[in-house]
């Protein structure tokens, strides 16, 4: 029997793996507290109680009021995560933190479409014909393309702005970021079912 998936899930799935730890390890120096919270956050992967109770009644929103609750819930803790893991001086930050800003705008109008693309399937599970299908293929394709091509052109005006090793630290931190997210979005989707021969 297959899973009915409901969109309405989605803030709730993409919240699960934006949780951040921040309690310290006294017993350890300060760098490897940072590590440890950043690790901590990197491997949770549950539910969080604030964003449980506003699903009951998601049903009254629409695709954009969900994309801005994600989205949302997305920027607030994934800039924590980037503050623990960069130790910005204050010479470094205030080139990097404008950038950043730049950056996550570029990024976040592609996690929109991504969203969306992810609604528009939902309203066609478990029935998926197969011109929908693929135009849901290619706007995939389309938008895997466009993110590593404006990921690229970013990560060469962060190396710019900061010292070598925090740059690559930067982008090891930002593919962390997003494979948890895209790894539980993943895992809440289900395959499109294949139509039985006749």
């Known amino acids: ?3 009915r998936f409901d969109s309405t899930d989605l803030p709730g799935v993409i919240h699960s793996t ?7 390890q006294h017993s350890k120096t300060r760098m490897k507290t940072k590590m440890h919270a950043i690790n901590t956050w990197l491997g949770i992967v549950s539910l969080s109680g604030a964003l449980i ?6 049903s009254a929103q629409s695709d954009q009021d969900l994309i ?6 997305i920027s607030t803790d994934r800039k924590a995560v980037v503050v623990a893991a960069m130790e910005l001086t204050d010479t470094e930050a205030k080139d990097f933190w404008p950038l ?7 990024m976040d109008k592609i996690a929109d479409e991504r969203i969306k693309l992810v609604l528009n399937y939902a309203k ?3 029935n998926v014909p197969d011109e929908q299908a693929k135009e849901l293929l290619k706007t995939y394709t389309s938008l895997e393309q466009r993110q590593v091509e404006q990921r690229n ?3 060469k005006k962060f190396a710019k702005v900061l010292p ?10 930002e593919t962390r970021l997003d494979l948890l997210v895209h790894l539980n979005l993943a895992a809440s989707v289900p395959l499109t079912p294949i139509p039985q021969a006749k």
Do not use: D, G, W
């Open 1 to 3: 029997m297959l899973h």
């Open 18 to 24: 934006i949780v951040v730890n921040t309690q310290k």
């Open 53 to 58: 109770a506003p699903l009951q009644h998601a």
């Open 68 to 73: 801005e609750v994600a989205r949302s819930v």
């Open 100 to 106: 950043y800003r730049e950056y996550r705008s570029a």
């Open 124 to 126: 066609l599970y478990p």
């Open 153 to 155: 052109v970013y990560l």
């Open 164 to 173: 070598a090793a925090k740059a690559l630290r930067f982008a090891q931190v």
